[in-house]
């Protein structure tokens, strides 16, 4: 049994989705009849220790989720929190629900395929080393370029994509985040939080590449393969 008693969850789907051109963002798109952010949600129920998943969401949608929860009884673990203008604001209020827990997922609503065994691995090494990120190695070629023209290659060796959940020691996290906002600090994941403001080295946990972030339409026809993919098995 770990060291740690409770596992917390922030979903956050606060985005406009404005990249698809739509009304609907893309976070509550069905996929394969399920909201998309429906499907982010339901690895984390399976969690051993849950304690409770904040799901962070526009104030127009503030409705919609809490009706999904309650058809799907899941008001007991599942609250929803008023998403803020930017990413760190929507993880801020989710950590003020959660922030009774041991340790803390922070993950994108966008990506629907994460698994229990990610989840479990990305917290032991949460609580040994304060901070985990799920991640898989770069295998594509890295060119920098000037004025589109290449002018280095860059070494593929010891470059990792990290994609979420990012996994935190509760406590590290939310203080990480208060000197962030009081900074006006914004990162461009929750990682660099604790790279910049407290010397923590985050340890990261293998991912997948089946792990993928719906952020172009064209993402949703490798979504949609992914889930019957694994509607087969």
Not at 8 to 27: C, H, L, M, V, Y
Not at 126 to 152: F, H, N, Q, R
Request: some cysteine.
């Amino acid at each position: 049994m770990p060291e740690y008693k409770s596992i917390s969850a922030i979903i956050a789907a606060g985005g406009s989705g404005n990249r698809f051109g739509g009304e609907i963002p893309k976070q509550f798109m069905d996929l394969e009849n399920e909201p998309v952010v429906i499907r982010s949600i339901f690895p984390f129920l399976e969690m051993d220790y849950l304690k409770s998943i904040a799901v962070a969401v526009p104030a127009e949608w503030m409705d919609w989720m809490r009706d999904q929860i309650k058809d799907r009884k899941w008001s007991k673990y599942v609250k929803v929190v008023q998403g803020g203008a930017h990413r760190g604001e929507s993880v801020y209020a989710g950590l003020e629900i959660v922030k009774d827990s041991d340790v803390v997922h922070i993950h994108d609503a966008a990506r629907p395929f994460l698994t229990k065994k990610m989840l479990t691995e990305a917290a032991k090494k949460a609580w040994e080393y304060g901070g985990a990120a799920v991640a898989v190695p770069v295998k594509d070629t890295l060119k920098k370029e000037d004025e589109g023209l290449i002018v280095s290659t860059i070494s593929r060796e010891n470059l990792w994509q990290v994609q979420t959940p990012q996994t935190f020691r509760t406590k590290v996290i939310l203080k990480a985040y208060k000197i962030a906002m009081n900074l006006g600090f914004q990162g461009t994941d929750d990682c660099v939080l604790l790279e910049r403001l407290t010397g923590i080295k985050v340890k990261l946990v293998q991912g997948s590449e089946l792990n993928i972030k719906i952020t172009q339409p064209e993402d949703f026809k490798l979504a949609a393969a992914i889930v019957r993919m694994n509607d087969s098995r």
